[in-house]
């Protein structure tokens, strides 16, 4: 039983080329004045059917069809109309480039784009919504601690679950023995469809079996395992609930996946190297313009299997950060002005493409982190060293997902929330997943997130 179905991203790339055909259509109707001829409509959709598939495919960088949360809501209006813009300028690029469809239509693309971001955010805003299920599925959430509370917390607070916790059962607070009882009570109701429970908590495994009893009366039940459940809600593990045994599963890996990574991790890379070559004297001269100070730093980093590691960067700062940080937490060093745009454009990791063809680093991969913050981090945090099953990365599923990410200081609670999310990637790590957070990424450099 799925109970975060996957198929809202279906409906959402249908309804998405439907409005962009039908948009198509009125473009024409009001640029001519007149109903579109079949020959008019045919002419023109053969090649706008080739952007349709660019446009989507901006619309998937762009995050467009990533789950609908209430901060990515809130965001969407911003978002689809600058993916737009976006998608019109390469329009205009495409029949400029490629004449051979006999149309340039100048003013049938700014047609286009005035009508298509407003039945766009009108499809995603006001009917996507109203297409799910007027009843949600009625469960029962039998659990404890802060990631449970947190479930509980999401779902209730967000209508686009098409399920819901009638009952949180919170297993700290009630006895085994009343634990058993309520869970009686609510499995035998005959609108629970559900049960999430967390298998690891003794009081859930005394109740299992009024549970399973329970479930053979019912023509619908399912048994949840609030980790998987937690997992698709978030995108991310939840540490309070991760028990050793569940991270040494994570150890082994696909040997084909690994020969595969490796090997794009070369090819690319030596790409990479040979094409941002180029831009080096340029960065290096707006470096020492700036104070006159050395254009490379190395930093020691933490690598697979806690094995140390050098990597080198362009210096962004008044020094070179080794993780010697105050009181406080926070580095003691500042960023320069020319290291600001560097972070921006993320130019001063380009070095690290070196790294990458080394093997000190992959391109997908937990965050490499200094070696004097990673022994605070093990000694303070739960499975911490299960990041280092993988190698580190230029960028990684934490990087994309999480917005608080501790630059250049000690912060435990962010760094445990950016664990949860490279725990994520190491259960569910594959060459798809892989090139998913390279597109992602692209699409954070363009909008300069995260710096």
Known sequence: MTLVPKREYLILLVGDVFVFTITLWLMLALRYLAWPTQTLFTQHLRPFSLLFVLWIFVFFLAGLYGKHTRLFRRKLPTLIFS????????AAAFFFL???FGIAPKTNLVLYLLLSAPLIFAWRVGVFPRLRMAKRLKGVLIASGPDARAL???VASDRRYPFKFVYVIDTDMSPTHEVIQRACRVAEEADVTFVVVDHADSAVSAALPIIYNAAFHKNRFALVDIVDLYQEVFDRVPITLTRYAWVLDQVGASRAYDT???AADIAVGLLGCAVFILFYPFVMLAIKLEDGGQV???QQRVGRFQKPIAILKFRSM???DQGEYDATGKSRLTVTRTGKWLRILRIDELPQFWSVVRGDLSFVGPRPELPALAAQYSARIPYYNARYLVSPGLTGWAQIKHDRDPHHG???????EKLSYDLYYLERRSFFLDLFIMFQTIRIIFTARGT
Do not use: C, D, S, W
């Open 83 to 90: 993916t737009q813009v976006l998608n019109m300028g390469l």
């Open 98 to 100: 490629i004449p051979v």
């Open 152 to 154: 509980a917390e999401e």
């Open 260 to 262: 595969l990574k490796r």
């Open 296 to 298: 490379f730093i190395a």
């Open 318 to 320: 008044n020094g070179n």
């Open 410 to 416: 000690t912060a435990i609670e962010e760094t445990k």
